[in-house]
């Protein structure tokens, strides 16, 4: 039993990095039918998965007092997966079926590249135990499937390069920024002690209730301005 309890924060990594894995599988048929929807719609729902057991990975570690080194690092070796790899994979075929400059496609190669330097310094800085300095991973390919999304919903100029890489600069500079980010960790059962979270929880819900998964993009966009509002920054 102890090793079972000892284990199950793992077993939720890894479910994180087979719905990463199934995100950049599906995400590869770019906007070709696949099981009724298109492949990067698929991609959307496996990082979501993803997402959803990156977060119950922690609250369990945390619910189970299972701690440990193999788990932390197992952590972010998954993250750099689904929420660097597979929303590059899902940018590079969605962009190339939109026609534009071939080498647009390649930039995006920056943002596992970004990913996996945020994690690497994540692990080794004790500063980010409460909140986060530069935006986790995860926030960031939530960003990347609103702008995808969007897109797809017609908005054609963000797929421009004038338009396209600036959005691209400022996110990977973003994980590895100074800015210091809250956590959305839930802390207690006080709505005070978690402002910042709830206030993230309403906007998703709006943002998302009237635009879809394209508000997704809005809501990280909401998410830094909180933190650089709410989080002190010296």
């Known amino acids: 039993m ?11 990594t890894c479910l994180n990095i087979s719905a990463g894995t199934l995100a950049i599988i599906t995400a590869s048929y770019g906007i070709g039918d696949l099981w009724g929807l298109k492949g990067f719609q ?12 990156d977060f119950f990975d922690g609250f369990s570690a945390r619910l189970l007092n299972a701690y440990s ?5 197992l952590d972010s070796l998954c993250d750099v ?12 075929f969605l962009l190339r079926s939109m026609a534009v400059d071939p080498w647009l496609c390649w930039t995006t190669i920056l943002i596992p590249v970004s990913a996996a330097y945020r994690l690497a310094r994540f692990n080794v800085d004790s500063r980010q135990s409460v909140n986060f300095i530069g935006m986790p991973v995860p926030a960031n390919a939530i960003f ?7 897109i ?6 963000l797929s421009i390069w004038y338009v396209f890489l600036p959005f691209l600069i400022v996110e990977c500079w973003l994980m590895n920024s100074g800015i210091k980010m809250f956590s959305l960790k839930i802390k207690d059962y006080s709505v005070k002690n978690n402002l910042p979270v709830c206030l993230v929880v309403i906007a998703t819900a709006i943002f998302c209730f009237a635009l879809g998964t394209s508000g ?3 809501v990280i966009i909401f998410y830094v301005l909180c933190s650089l509002a709410l989080t002190k920054q010296k």
């Not at 698929?42 to 057991?53: K, T, V």
């Not at 997966?81 to 590079?92: D, E, K, M, Q, S």
């Open 2 to 12: 102890k090793t079972i309890r000892s284990n199950f924060p793992n077993l939720l």
């Open 42 to 53: 698929w991609a959307f729902i496996f990082i979501a998965i993803g997402a959803l057991a």
């Open 69 to 73: 080194q193999v788990g932390k690092e």
């Open 81 to 92: 997966v689904t929420f660097g790899v597979a929303p590059c994979i899902v940018l590079f």
């Open 144 to 150: 990347w499937i609103g702008y995808a999304a969007l």
């Open 152 to 157: 797809w919903r017609g908005v054609e100029f």
């Open 216 to 218: 997704l993009f809005w």
